[in-house]
């Protein structure tokens, strides 16, 4: 248990691909560098299970509400995948749009998290103990939820994990954290 | 239930038809069946996630709409929105022969345009006379020129507001049949999840306020394109009218904002009335902005 990992606590967890084009070093320098010129990251993804205004917002602004930060819990994987393209805009309704600022580059990615304090931080993330608070899996175990093709979820941290027989506790390694801050995931489109 | 799905099923018994079928059924061309309904999809417009559009698996859609035009055989049939294109498929396989059965009507009352644009296409070019739609706002009031039997609806499932949303729906298919007819709503179902089953309970309560009464339920038929709840099914929730029912006031705009909080999920209001289609020259066909051409030596000249 630590700061992150408490009762009560909303997390984002993510898988990020890193590959022969740019390593995770590498992303973290490029990342921090956004950050330390911008005030703010963005941190680009894809696919429907984070979809910024029906999923990642309003799970956001429910623990905002309560006085909460929501932290990015990143875990590192070998991926093939590797995004062409920088975006050029980004809203956060997906009506108004504005340019993304020239210090800032999301490539291959139509949604983008917006992130500061982006740092290596090493913790064990128990998905028995985190279930899904928003969207259409609402309930569900994060350990039941995060399988197969999903890979990344909003997490709401439970007082205990669940304890059954059949399946052996699932723990995750996170290696790299950040702050989601308003307002918290974005729309992306065009290319710069 | 029909010939295919008794066949996937391994023969349920078939309940009492709401009325005689015209003719025997005939057994259906399975691999046609699903050639139509690849003609169908093909034409659908992609899902607008931000309203809970999420289309249904092409295998569940031959099975849903066999099933419904089996239950709506020779009816006047409303769908009460249909991104899944369900309302074409059961047009399209009578159409096309592929059953022998099916309404006699079909109206698609939708807010995106993209949709009604799609199924008056479809309709137009493959020549179906009785598949028609219109563009309409569930929020506003349901007045159809002329009463149907029955109706279809697959709504936003309602998992942040208790299946509110799913009510609006049903509200406006029992008002298109004046309260009299039938219905069938797909929604959730899943055993390990607490929202479908309270939604459920929702539905049933709201339904026999309304004077209608679960006539049927088909319990985890369909599954969906859904990344984020991949193994999320849903269920026909059967509904038919008590006898004599009547409807306990005019149909009215719904501007109750407790019904309208989180409608399309957590914190997500309607703020749209219409989708808008944006009329382009390459429908049907790959978008150009998807793609560039790099030429053979000397393959553009």
Redesign the interface.
């Known amino acids: 248990m630590n700061d992150i990992v408490k009762p009560g606590a909303g997390l984002l967890f993510m898988k990020i691909g890193t590959h022969a084009k740019e390593s995770l070093e590498d992303i973290i320098a490029r990342k921090t560098a956004e950050i330390r010129n911008t005030g703010y990251g963005m941190w680009g993804y894809g696919?429907?299970?984070?979809?910024p205004?029906?999923?990642v917002?309003?799970?956001a602004?429910?623990f905002a509400d309560r006085g909460q930060t929501i932290s990015l819990c990143m875990e590192a994987m070998e991926s093939n995948h590797f995004g062409e393209g920088i975006a050029d805009e980004f809203s956060a309704d997906?009506i108004d749009w504005q340019k993304i600022p020239e210090t800032i580059e999301v490539r291959g990615s139509r949604y983008a998290l917006v992130i500061d304090d982006l740092h290596e931080e090493k913790f064990a993330l128990p998905l028995d103990q985190t279930r899904v608070p928003?969207?259409?899996?609402?309930?569900?175990l994060g350990s039941?939820y995060i399988r197969?093709?999903?890979d990344k979820?909003c997490l709401e941290v439970l007082e205990a994990p669940e304890l059954v027989n059949e399946v052996k506790p699932r723990t995750i390694n996170i290696g790299l954290v950040a702050k989601l801050r308003d307002p918290y995931a974005v729309f992306l489109r065009g290319q710069r | 239930m029909g010939w295919i799905s008794d066949l996937v099923r391994g023969g349920a018994p078939r309940p009492t038809a709401p009325s005689a079928p015209p003719t025997e059924r005939k057994r259906v061309d399975l691999r046609k069946a699903i050639n139509a309904v690849s003609d169908v999809v093909q034409n659908r417009p992609r899902p607008l996630r931000v309203f809970d559009q999420i289309h249904m698996k092409t295998g569940d859609m031959v099975l849903q709409s066999e099933m419904i035009a089996d239950w709506a055989d020779g009816k006047r049939l409303a769908f009460i929105g249909d991104g899944d294109a369900i309302s074409v498929c059961v047009a399209y396989l009578q159409t096309r022969d592929v059953l022998n059965f099916g309404p006699s009507q079909i109206t698609v009352f939708d807010f995106d345009e993209r949709t009604v644009e799609a199924v008056k296409n479809f309709a137009d070019r493959e020549r179906i006379p009785n598949l028609d739609a219109i563009l309409y706002n569930v929020l506003d009031p349901m007045v159809p020129e002329q009463h149907y039997d029955c109706f279809y609806t697959n709504p936003p499932w309602g998992a942040s507001n208790n299946g509110e949303s799913v009510n609006v729906f049903i509200e406006r298919g029992m008002e298109a049949t004046g309260h009299a007819g039938e219905g069938v709503v797909v929604i959730a179902d899943d055993d390990e999840l607490e929202w479908p089953k309270r939604v459920l309970a929702s539905v049933q309560g709201f339904a026999a306020g309304q004077g209608f009464y679960v006539s049927r339920m088909q319990r985890k038929l369909h599954e969906y394109h859904l990344d984020d709840a991949p193994e999320l099914k849903s269920c026909n929730l059967y509904l038919a009218a008590l006898p004599g029912n009547v409807p306990s006031a005019p149909s009215a705009a719904i501007t109750d904002g407790k019904r309208l909080d989180n409608f399309y999920g957590l914190s997500q209001r309607p703020t749209v009335r219409y989708v808008r289609a944006r009329k382009r020259l390459d429908y049907g066909v790959a978008h150009e902005d998807e793609y560039e051409l790099e030429f053979l030596e000397g393959g553009h000249e």
Do not use: D
């Open positions: 696919g429907n299970t984070c979809h205004g029906s999923m917002q309003p799970f602004r429910v997906g928003v969207g259409p899996s609402t309930g569900r039941r197969g093709r999903v979820a």
